[in-house]
């Protein structure tokens, strides 16, 4: 009986074992299983890391071509347009028919149109590359906004569209910041304001929403009577190549790219482009951003426009003129070097890159660089461009260009430049240059 008794007690402590074992093999089937799909997993995991890393240089390689080629074409196309809008321009001065007048007119209109497209692209691709410019300066942030308004009140109708300016008197009047960009933002709200409304009123409102003497954060607002946009369509306005409407574009005109541009802009500058509006009522755009107050608001205002301004409290500076003409370079060294600047000089973008690589070597930077806008091209590249890759740091360029060309943002971007001024350069123009471009905080 307990002989019968231990045999099945042997027999059950078997099946348990079997049992065991087998459970055991189960689990490392399983393992082996769950090892192999987690091999095949990272596997995939890899090519997927490895096909991604490869779109992004591929997307990145076409960035930057395609930035590359705008940026080529920029001049050639540039220059052609040039051209036909100062020809056109010559031609409505002549002793010509009406007919013949409102011909040219329709030229220079489109030349002018075809200009803003163009700058449009280039600046949506400089934002999308990374490559867009953003340099500080000193500037009258009142004069600037006037400027603005009086411009665009030269394009309305006064008797049905009043275009009005409105300043918190706590808004500082010099600042340091991105004039040129600032500018750009301000006049596409503005020239969009204007363009959407037809009746009523289009104001540019400058608000100081903070000013501890050190820094103001001032709200910029962009507000019209004009035809409004619906609520779901709000975040549509600031795509890219985006219309809300194509009754409205077929009536008004434009690209869809202005706002875009701009939401982009006021993003790097710190800030962030708002809008509130309502179909039939109106629009307001509104951003604020942070400006540096400038120290020129200790100054007197007739003081600084007629270039007394601090000459003797202003620091030495390392500064490159590059001219072909030799009487050129003798005049502005003269000017600076009794200003107690320290002056070096060249004849084209070659000597200077050779200078400024050299001078790198020894702990050597230029301030401030003062460049004719006819020197030649280095090895097929753009003056401004193989200066600013031989400088360590992103340099100052001020152009010289002929006496009497217009001097605006427009030509500042296609130059590449910080900043314009005309030939001959007279001790004021060069001393402004030098007060607006020196004493920036670098970031």
């Keep these: 009986m307990d002989r019968t008794i231990e ?23 399983e393992l082996q299983e769950s090892r192999l799909d987690a091999e095949m997993i990272e596997a995939e995991l890899k090519e997927a890391i490895r096909l991604a890393e490869i779109n992004h240089l591929e997307a990145e390689s076409a960035i930057r071509t395609k930035s590359q080629f705008l940026a080529n074409i920029n001049h050639e196309i540039r220059t052609p347009m040039n051209a036909i809008m100062g020809f056109s321009e010559l031609l409505m001065e002549a002793s010509v028919d009406e007919d013949t007048k409102d011909m040219i007119k329709t030229i220079n209109t489109s030349g002018k149109d075809l200009l803003v497209l163009l700058n449009n692209l280039l600046d949506l691709a400089k934002v999308e590359s990374g490559k867009m410019q953003f340099h500080k300066s000193h500037f009258d942030i009142l004069k600037l906004a006037r400027d603005i308004v ?8 006064p008797k049905k569209v009043k275009c009005m300016l409105s300043i918190d008197e706590k808004v500082p009047q010099w600042v340091i910041g991105d004039e040129s960009n600032l500018t750009k933002v301000l006049e596409n709200l503005l020239n969009n304001a204007v363009k959407f409304t037809e009746h009523g009123t289009v104001e540019l409102d400058l608000s100081c929403i903070r000013n501890d003497h050190k820094e103001a954060v001032i709200q910029f607002s962009v507000s019209d009577t004009g035809i409004g946009i619906p609520e779901n369509l709000q975040d549509k306005v600031f795509e890219d190549f985006v219309q809300i409407d194509g009754s409205a574009t077929r009536r008004f005109g434009g690209t869809g790219l202005g706002l875009a541009i701009c939401k982009k802009i006021v993003h790097y500058m710190n800030g962030q482009l708002m809008l509130e509006s309502q179909p039939d009522i109106g629009s307001k755009f509104f951003f604020s951003i942070r400006l540096l107050i400038s120290k020129l608001n200790e100054t007197k205002n007739d003081s600084i426009d007629n270039g007394q301004i601090a000459i003797t409290e202003q620091k030495p500076l390392n ?13 502005c060294r003269e000017i600076l070097q009794d200003l107690d600047h320290n002056v070096e000089m060249v004849a084209n973008a070659k000597e200077a890159c050779d200078l400024i690589v050299s001078g790198i070597n020894y702990d050597i930077n230029f301030d401030l660089i003062f460049m004719d806008i006819g020197i030649p091209m280095v ?23 002929p006496k009497g060309q217009k001097i605006d943002n427009s030509i500042i971007d296609e130059l590449d430049v910080n900043d314009a001024i005309s030939k001959p350069a007279c001790k004021i123009d060069l001393v402004k240059q030098i007060l607006k471009w020196s004493s920036i905080p670098k970031e």
């Excluded at 009086?150 to 109708?157: A, E, H, L």
């Excluded at 500064?319 to 005049?331: G, W, Y």
């Design 7 to 29: 045999h099945s007690n042997l027999l059950q402590l078997q099946q348990q074992l079997d049992q065991e074992i087998q459970r055991r093999i189960d689990l490392e089937n």
């Design 150 to 157: 009086k411009q665009y009140k030269s394009k309305v109708d």
């Design 319 to 331: 500064i490159l003129l590059i001219d072909q003409d030799i009487d050129t370079l003798n005049h």
């Design 379 to 401: 090895d097929g590249i753009f003056p401004t461009n193989s200066i600013r890759q031989s400088c360590k740091t992103d340099p100052t360029i001020i152009a010289f260009v």
